[in-house]
């Protein structure tokens, strides 16, 4: 779709410099994440786990790609959840069912997120793990 033409005119020329400070902003928004909620603490324990497990267990490439996938999954859902969260308490303080309801479906991704996970854990640490084991 055309941008309209006073967009065109302020959009700001492609600067290297520019999207490196894009990912240093992006940077600075996980470590708020890593400092301030307490389920990315959570999530940094299991994803330690994982890795430490699988680094034990001598994955291959193809356990490690889902493995990351998996991990990948959840970090990506508490992100934008923390991301909402933040959002709904900035437009609205007050108690409303409507940010109620969205919260609450965020937070229902995250669990999407987190199942998913848990499976492809199982399913991937699972054999080797019962064969070390065995
Ligand atoms: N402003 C609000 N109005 C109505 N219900 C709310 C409101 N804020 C929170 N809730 C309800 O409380 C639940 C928990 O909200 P909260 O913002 O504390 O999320 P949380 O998952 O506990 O987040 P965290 O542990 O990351 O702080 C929401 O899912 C929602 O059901």
Redesign the pocket.
């Known amino acids: 779709m055309p941008l309209p033409p006073e967009t065109e005119r302020t959009r700001p020329r492609f600067a290297l410099t520019a999207r490196l400070k894009s990912v240093t902003y992006a940077a600075r928004g996980l470590r708020v994440l890593l400092m301030q909620?307490?389920?990315a603490w959570l999530h940094l324990a299991a994803t330690i786990a994982v890795i430490a497990c699988a680094l034990v267990l001598n994955l291959g490439a193809d356990d490690w790609r889902w493995l990351v996938l998996a991990i990948a999954l959840v970090w990506f859902a508490e992100a934008v959840n923390?991301a909402i969260?933040a959002l709904?308490?900035r437009i609205?303080?007050?108690?409303?069912?409507a940010?109620?309801?969205i919260?609450?479906i965020a937070?229902g991704a995250v669990l999407i997120a987190a199942l998913a996970a848990g499976a492809i854990g199982l399913l991937t640490l699972g054999p080797p793990l019962l064969a070390r084991l065995g």
Do not use: M, Q
């Not at 609205?92 to 069912?97: G, I, L, N, R």
């Open positions: 909620e307490h389920n923390t969260e709904c308490d609205c303080p007050a108690f409303d069912p940010i109620g309801r919260k609450d937070a």
